[in-house]
């Protein structure tokens, strides 16, 4: 995947780039970005905008289309693989439970039987350590729902970036990295660097302030508009324009997280940096994850089903 990221590189800077950046800043909508878009969707957006530039070349167009397929055809393979998991019962548990958690059982053997081969054994642990967290976040936010609790900001914060899901993922994320992954790379994971706390943040309030008031509806913790408001006696709109200041305000710390020196090796944050993007993709102007039949869909066929026409 690295050497596909690599090629795509070289796609999205061709030799005449004053008059490609002129033509992408009449494509592109302001409203992503290309720090914050996926880079792969940046990658096939710009294959109809190259073809039409004086300066396109047709071989470094063709590669690049056939690198996406290629990737494309991995990632659809990777999905099939999932798919074949096979879940059994478990019987001490309420009938609703029992697949779930056994295909998380089966997903954490699976990946301790990889790693031991090679002597990696240890990033299991990391990673069971962290869904650990995440469950226990999970469970704290669903008594203050059944107690009808509006906890104050600090209160849900601490908990809600915990169910952002981002530090499990990236914990995750880490054990396949090979060699460029150390202990001392989980052990900066887990001390919750900048970085991570940024992309946190852009996660959790990005993604209330456009389904706050459909989860309410449905039955769901308060989230931080309703702790927010409830402590500061604001209104809705005040929050939420507070709360795009500090999503700006943690853009700006993802990147300073980029300045050289870096913390930990740069695909380390890189892996930080792109959940950061997914949000700002997906949540941008709607809750894109539950209306997922609308945009998002059109963004999963892009990426893993519909292949760029040669």
């Known amino acids: 995947m690295q050497s596909s990221a690599r ?35 940046e990658a096939r957006n710009y294959f109809s905008v190259y073809q039409e530039d004086p300066s396109c070349s047709e071989v470094l167009l063709n590669f690049a289309k056939l690198d996406f397929n290629i990737l494309q055809k991995q990632h659809q393979k990777e999905l099939s693989e999932i798919a074949k998991w096979e879940i059994t019962a478990v019987d001490q548990l309420p009938e609703y439970m029992k697949v779930t958690y056994k295909a998380l059982l089966d997903v954490y053997t699976e990946i301790e039987e990889n790693m031991v081969s090679e002597e990696r054994s240890y990033r299991v642990y990391y990673a069971k350590e962290a869904m650990k967290n995440q469950v226990r976040a999970y469970y704290l936010e669903s008594k203050w729902f059944h107690q009808k609790h509006t906890p104050t ?111 930990v090796p740069m695909p380390l944050l890189t892996r930080m940096l792109n959940l950061a993007r997914v949000i700002d993709v997906v949540y941008k102007d709607e809750d894109g994850y539950t209306n997922a039949g609308t945009a998002l869909k059109d963004l999963v066929s892009a990426i893993l089903i519909d292949p760029v026409t040669m």
């Open 153 to 263: 900001m600090e209160e849900y914060m601490a908990v809600a970036l915990v169910t952002s899901a981002y530090a499990m993922l990236a914990a995750t994320s880490f054990v396949g990295m090979g060699h460029v992954v150390t202990k001392d790379s989980f052990d900066w994971l887990f001390r919750g660097p900048k970085i991570l706390k940024a992309s946190e943040i852009i996660c959790r309030l990005m993604d209330d302030i456009v389904s706050h008031k459909f989860e309410q509806k449905r039955g769901h913790v308060a989230s931080s508009i309703e702790c927010y408001m409830k402590q500061h006696g604001t209104t809705e709109q005040e929050t939420v324009h507070e709360f795009r200041k500090q999503v700006t305000d943690a853009w700006k710390d993802v990147n300073e997280e980029f300045l050289h020196p870096t913390a």
């Open 7 to 41: 090629i795509c590189d070289l796609f999205v800077w061709p030799k005449n780039f004053f008059n490609f950046f002129n033509l992408l800043h009449e494509f592109i909508s302001i409203q992503h970005p290309i720090r914050k878009n996926i880079p792969r969707l």
